[in-house]
């Protein structure tokens, strides 16, 4: 029987391994990355999957995103009588935040979730272990790959989910409430700033990380059969979820 | 010739393996038997390299595997081919391109000559170029025994290991597999290891014979000394005698 | 998966996405690919938070940017002015912080001069006016002072 200290004291300790663990793979999954032999056909078909493959759903999130954006700031703004600021509530908003954040959300449930299916299922048919046998290293052969392509895939959905939050915020602002198009742009223009977009792209680089790095650890740790492959997906989803959002507001604290 | 020697792994506290001693001979098929979750799996896996003991050494041909690192231990692991249970095919790729998988990552053959040793290792499994380019999961279990046979046997390794080859086949199927290892293996002369509990059957292939028991190996000989062995838990494990200590 | 269809997609993924980051960090971010016009700096007691990227302007025309903020020795804020080359200012010139609106940005507002000497790129405009404090301008007008 454990007392509660020793439980909370237990906890702590699993916990810390376990944050080790994974920083210690993600990392020499990049350093892998690295070195030879590399495999531009194995990045190429899991940016294909992890970036191309999510493009509509991303598109879609976004331009609802940013109408919303132009619906909601269009009457908050009114109030103060500064319609002319749309363009830039709507630009800061998502480069700052959204864009990054719900980019990395869509793509851990979209992709992610089906890399921690696809690595357990190798794992439990020991396809990882049949890697190794071969003298292949599973972590290079089956990690590096999607962990580049996911490096590589989401700071340009993150620019692509911006740039048609931006259109879809037009959409709403000019094109039905009537705020001049000149307005729009130009106060966007004036207001978002080069750090703004450097933010922006290192949150999404960071973001990229972790969705990849946590659908591809428990995908590779999964244990125990197709029951395990199931939990490792939902707590992918969750777990990167909840990092993202904890990242966020680490780096935002930092970029402010 | 492998020599195991005080091989030992706990897992979660309980241990597995408990000082493991076992010469096997090179050239020959060894069969090693005991009950289910005796650690005969755990003792494959640590011949192929997969898991590394808490003590105890493999030598192979001299050389400790599981002290061996870097360029020396990728070396012992392409003398070393693994036959998994289920097979352990790459799903995203066809027949021909799992067959061919060691040989693409592992050497610069020019691609005619890696079309030419796979069709020949899947001749040698009997199976003919309409399966080419199927996948692995429009296979029935035989068939991908077969391809998984034929990849292990791609690399020409000096040692080949099988993992419970004819669990959950059918009698026919079980035949096929034995006659494919039988007829592999007087083709190529590997040494093999093959961990199987189905008993009588295995018998058919095994040159030599140990039973795993608590961890250790318990006897080790040829069939006919093994099936003659006074130990009253070989003699209950081979006649299949009900075992109600098994909690 | 067939060969082409991946490159194709994957190619066309890369290209939308990177003209995207073009168009936030160059259109937008107004990130210098070429760095284009001259320098000035300014010296003000206060910005009052003037970020860099805020805008310079002439007459309501934007004619450059804020290139950098930072602290200088005598505690007073330093403030370096990209310009469009075209823009030519004199000796007796005037830089002052402004702000659009009442939530609106800050800005830079030159009021180019007349005098004889130009300033030459890297020179620096003498005469600022910081900030209007509205605090300040309350308190005075509370006080009677205004």
Same mark, same amino acid.
């Given at each position: 029987m454990l007392t509660a200290v020793q439980r909370v004291g237990r906890f702590s300790l699993d916990y810390t391994q376990r944050v080790g663990r994974f920083t210690l793979f993600v990392f020499s999954a990049l350093a892998l990355a690295l070195l030879p032999p590399y495999r531009p056909r194995r990045v190429l078909a899991e940016t294909y999957f992890i970036g191309f493959s999510s493009l509509l759903i991303i598109?879609?999130?976004?331009?609802?995103?940013?109408?919303?954006?132009?619906?909601?700031? %269009?009457?908050?703004?009114?109030?103060?009588?500064? &319609?002319s600021a749309l363009g830039s509530a709507v630009a800061l908003s998502l480069i700052r935040e959204l864009g990054p954040v719900l980019t990395a959300l869509m793509v851990s449930g979209r992709a992610g979730s089906a890399i921690t299916a696809e690595i357990g299922i190798m794992r439990i048919t020991e396809q990882l272990d049949a890697l190794d046998t071969m003298a292949v290293h599973p972590v290079q052969y089956v990690v590096s790959?999607?962990? #580049?392509?996911?490096?590589?895939?989401?700071?340009?959905?993150?620019?692509?989910?911006?740039?048609?939050?931006?259109?879809?915020? %037009?959409?709403?602002?000019?094109?039905?409430?009537?705020?001049?198009s000149g307005a729009y742009f130009s106060g966007m223009?004036?207001?978002?700033?080069?750090?703004?977009?450097?933010? $922006? #792209?290192?949150?999404?680089?960071?973001?990229?990380? =972790?969705?990849?790095g946590v659908a591809c650890y428990n995908g590779y740790f999964t244990e125990r059969g197709a029951e395990g492959v199931s939990r490792a997906?939902?707590?992918?989803?969750?777990?990167?979820? #909840?990092? /993202?959002?904890?990242?966020?507001y680490i780096l935002t604290s930092f970029f402010m | 010739m492998i020599e195991i020697v005080d091989l030992c792994r706990s897992f979660n506290g309980q241990r597995v393996l408990d000082g493991l001693s076992l010469?096997?001979?090179?050239?020959?098929?060894? /069969?090693?038997?005991?009950?289910?979750?005796?650690?005969?799996?755990?003792?494959?896996?640590?011949?192929?390299?997969?898991?590394?003991?808490?003590?105890g050494r493999i030598l192979i041909q001299g050389v400790?595997?599981?002290?061996?690192?870097?360029?020396?231990?990728? &070396?012992?692991?392409?003398? =070393?081919?693994?036959?998994?249970?289920?097979?352990?095919?790459?799903?995203?790729?066809?027949?021909?391109?799992? #067959?061919?998988?060691?040989?693409? &990552?592992?050497?610069r053959l020019p691609e005619a000559e890696i079309r030419r040793r796979v069709r020949q290792r899947l001749e040698q499994v009997n199976l003919t170029p309409e399966v080419d380019d199927k996948y692995p999961d429009e296979l029935s279990g035989g068939m991908k025994k077969r391809v998984a046979l034929a990849r292990a046997l791609i690399q020409e390794p000096e040692i080949l290991l099988f993992d419970e080859p004819v669990t959950g086949l059918d009698p026919p199927m079980t035949n096929a597999v034995f006659h494919l290892i039988e007829k592999t293996h007087r083709e190529t002369g590997y040494t093999g290891v093959v961990v199987s509990h189905d008993i009588p059957a295995i018998f058919r292939i095994a040159q030599r014979v140990a039973m795993l028991h608590d961890g250790r190996i318990i006897a080790a000989g040829t069939p006919e000394e093994i099936q003659?062995?006074?130990?009253p838990v070989v003699q209950g494990f081979i006649r299949g005698e009900p075992d109600f200590h098994e909690s | 998966m067939k060969k082409g269809a991946a490159e194709l997609g994957v190619g066309l993924f890369v290209l939308l996405g990177v003209a995207c980051l073009i168009y936030l960090a160059v259109h937008l971010g107004e990130t210098e690919i070429l760095q284009r016009? %001259?320098?000035?700096? +300014? =010296?003000?007691?206060?910005?009052?938070?003037?970020?860099?990227?805020?805008?310079? &302007?002439? +007459? $309501?025309?934007?004619?450059?940017?804020v290139e950098s903020v930072r602290v200088g020795p005598d505690s007073r804020a330093v403030l370096v002015l990209r310009l469009k080359p075209w823009v030519e200012l004199r000796e007796d010139a005037i830089a002052s912080i402004r702000t659009k609106g009442i939530i609106g940005d800050k800005f830079v507002k030159l009021s180019p001069g007349s005098g004889e000497r130009p300033i030459p790129p890297g020179g620096r405009i003498r005469e600022t006016e910081s900030a209007l404090e509205w605090e300040e301008l309350i308190a005075k007008f509370i006080h009677g002072k205004v």
């Open positions: 598109g879609l999130t976004a331009a609802f995103t940013g109408m919303v954006l132009g619906l909601q700031g %269009y009457y908050t703004l009114r109030k103060f009588g500064a &319609e790959p999607k962990m #580049v392509a996911g490096l590589i895939s989401v700071p340009l959905l993150t620019a692509i989910f911006d740039v048609v939050g931006i259109m879809g915020g %037009y959409v709403v602002g000019v094109g039905l409430l009537g705020v001049s223009i004036q207001s978002v700033v080069n750090l703004d977009v450097k933010g $922006g #792209v290192v949150k999404s680089l960071v973001f990229g990380l =972790i969705v990849t997906t939902t707590h992918t989803v969750v777990t990167s979820a #909840v990092l /993202v959002l904890a990242w966020d | 010469s096997i001979p090179p050239g020959e098929i060894t /069969v090693i038997i005991g009950k289910s979750g005796a650690g005969k799996s755990v003792l494959l896996k640590h011949i192929a390299g997969l898991l590394t003991p808490d003590r400790d595997l599981t002290r061996a690192r870097g360029r020396e231990r990728l &070396e012992l692991k392409k003398r =070393i081919g693994v036959l998994f249970q289920g097979g352990a095919l790459f799903d995203s790729l066809t027949v021909f391109d799992n #067959v061919a998988f060691p040989l693409r &990552e592992k050497t003659a062995h006074p130990d | 016009g %001259y320098q000035v700096t +300014a =010296i003000f007691d206060n910005v009052s938070g003037i970020k860099e990227g805020a805008a310079v &302007e002439v +007459a $309501g025309v934007e004619v450059g940017r």
